[in-house]
């Protein structure tokens, strides 16, 4: 198998082209048998839905009523939402969501267009392409990065934003926020934008691009590639949502360019990770840096909410014996809700302040 760098300006990772619709008795009923599938917002219009920009309180005037001025969303608080056409509903929430798309193929259908807008958003807003970083086996492993990835060698910090497991995909946190919460909450948006700001180069990886079980091996092969020689220098912030934690830690104690990778961690923001800090206790310099002020953990707040127990967003958990074996002094504070999914988008201003505190 040969790993590579080679460019793709396409957004998409299947041929949309070649598909029909194979089920389409248990799709929506709109679909004709005969349809081929088109892409994009086509495709999504297709299946009886569309995307559309929702303004926030501050930004109901600047909205105009023709069609081209609503185009996009203004800030972050606005939101590009998902609505069934015909009834006009918002997707609000999985009980909306589950009267108009049910579960199973509708929903694998209609998620699987969704999340390739929100993909294709991230790409053209913050000009990012996807390159292939291995081929061979079970599929491509890509990642989006800058335009410019390949030809800059400079001392330029480096934003990786990593996804958990599931259905999400390179540059999308939650396919299920994409869905009921827009295309910016469900996306790596605003990180990615708050990295550009600060003048990061940013690649969000993908470790779903090998199945369900090959979330290790996507990882281990995109940071082998990112990191050949070359870089060496550049300082690297991490955010890591969920699994994406275990994935992390577990290359750094055995990739082929851990040893690039730790000396460069300015700082890591883990939300829910998976890993355990004991698998690092065999290297004194990946152990320390774990329980280190360059780490925090963002923690969802079910275990605060079904304990009666109490503590804001971004204030620091009072971690038990059970927390301190599995993560020993990892500051930890409560992410400000209760939803997996939604932590990245909630606790973003968290996250962001935490980082701050890292850039030299
Ligand atoms: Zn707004």
Same mark, same amino acid.
């Given at each position: 198998?040969?790993?590579?760098?080679?460019?793709?300006?396409?957004?998409?990772?299947?041929?949309?082209?070649?598909?029909?619709?194979?089920?389409?008795?248990?799709?929506?009923?709109?679909? /004709?048998?005969?349809?081929?599938?088109?892409?994009? #917002?086509? !495709?999504?219009?297709?299946?009886? $839905?569309?995307? &559309?920009?929702?303004?926030?309180?501050?930004?109901?005037?600047? $909205? !105009?009523?023709?069609?081209?001025?609503? +185009?996009?969303?203004?800030?972050?608080?606005?939101?590009?939402?998902?609505?069934?056409?015909?009834?006009?509903?918002?997707?609000?929430?999985? /009980?909306?969501?589950?009267?108009?798309?049910?579960?199973?193929? /509708?929903?694998?259908? *209609?998620?699987?267009?969704?999340?390739?807008? #929100?993909?294709? &958003?991230?790409?053209?807003?913050?000009? =990012?392409?996807?390159?292939?970083?291995?081929?061979?086996?079970?599929?491509?492993?890509?990642? @989006?990065?800058?335009?410019?990835?390949?030809?800059?060698?400079?001392?330029?910090?480096?934003? @990786?934003?990593?996804?958990? &497991?599931?259905?999400?995909?390179? !540059? *999308?946190?939650?396919?299920?926020?994409?869905?009921?919460?827009?295309?910016?909450?469900?996306? %790596? @948006?605003?990180?990615?934008?708050?990295?550009?700001?600060?003048?990061?180069?940013? #690649?969000? =990886?993908?470790?779903?691009?090998?199945?369900?079980?090959?979330?290790? %091996?996507?990882?281990?092969?995109? @940071?082998?590639?990112?990191?050949?020689? !070359?870089?060496?220098?550049?300082?690297?912030?991490?955010?890591?949502?969920?699994?994406?934690?275990? $994935? =992390?830690? &577990?290359?750094?104690?055995?990739?082929?360019?851990?040893?690039?990778?730790?000396?460069?961690?300015?700082?890591? %923001?883990?939300?829910?990770?998976?890993?355990?800090?004991?698998?690092?206790?065999?290297?004194?310099?990946?152990?320390?840096?774990?329980? +280190?002020?360059?780490?925090?953990?963002?923690?969802?707040?079910?275990?605060?909410?079904?304990?009666?127990?109490?503590?804001?967003?971004?204030?620091? *958990?009072?971690?038990?014996?059970?927390?301190?074996?599995?993560?020993?002094?990892?500051?930890?504070?409560? /992410?400000?809700?209760? +939803?997996?999914?939604?932590?990245?988008? *909630?606790?973003?201003?968290?996250?962001?302040? $935490?980082?701050?505190?890292?850039?030299?």
């Amino acid at each position: 198998m040969g790993c590579f760098l080679s460019s793709s300006s396409s957004a998409v990772n299947h041929d949309p082209e070649r598909e029909v619709y194979a089920d389409n008795e248990k799709g929506s009923s709109e679909i /004709a048998p005969e349809l081929e599938r088109r892409s994009g #917002a086509a !495709g999504l219009l297709d299946m009886g $839905f569309e995307y &559309r920009p929702i303004p926030c309180e501050k930004h109901t005037d600047n $909205f !105009g009523s023709s069609r081209s001025d609503r +185009s996009a969303a203004i800030c972050y608080e606005c939101a590009t939402r998902l609505f069934h056409v015909e009834s006009g509903t918002m997707i609000t929430d999985d /009980a909306v969501r589950k009267k108009y798309i049910s579960d199973g193929s /509708a929903f694998d259908d *209609v998620s699987r267009v969704c999340q390739e807008l #929100a993909q294709d &958003r991230v790409r053209r807003e913050l000009s =990012l392409k996807f390159v292939t970083l291995c081929d061979g086996g079970k599929g491509p492993v890509r990642a @989006l990065v800058d335009d410019d990835w390949d030809v800059v060698s400079d001392r330029r910090p480096i934003f @990786l934003f990593i996804t958990g &497991r599931g259905k999400s995909r390179a !540059g *999308v946190v939650s396919v299920r926020e994409v869905l009921v919460s827009g295309i910016e909450r469900g996306s %790596a @948006l605003f990180h990615l934008r708050e990295a550009k700001r600060r003048g990061f180069s940013v #690649a969000c =990886l993908d470790p779903n691009a090998l199945g369900e079980n090959g979330g290790m %091996a996507a990882l281990e092969r995109s @940071l082998t590639a990112l990191f050949r020689p !070359g870089r060496d220098n550049a300082p690297i912030y991490v955010l890591a949502h969920s699994a994406a934690g275990g $994935f =992390l830690v &577990r290359y750094l104690v055995l990739g082929a360019t851990r040893g690039r990778i730790l000396p460069n961690l300015r700082a890591v %923001a883990f939300t829910d990770s998976t890993h355990r800090l004991p698998w690092a206790r065999e290297d004194p310099a990946l152990f320390s840096f774990l329980q +280190s002020p360059r780490c925090l953990y963002v923690r969802n707040d079910t275990a605060r909410e079904s304990s009666g127990g109490t503590g804001g967003p971004g204030e620091v *958990v009072r971690s038990d014996v059970w927390w301190r074996s599995r993560f020993g002094e990892l500051r930890t504070v409560w /992410a400000g809700t209760a +939803s997996h999914s939604a932590m990245c988008w *909630v606790a973003r201003e968290i996250i962001w302040n $935490f980082f701050d505190q890292h850039i030299s």
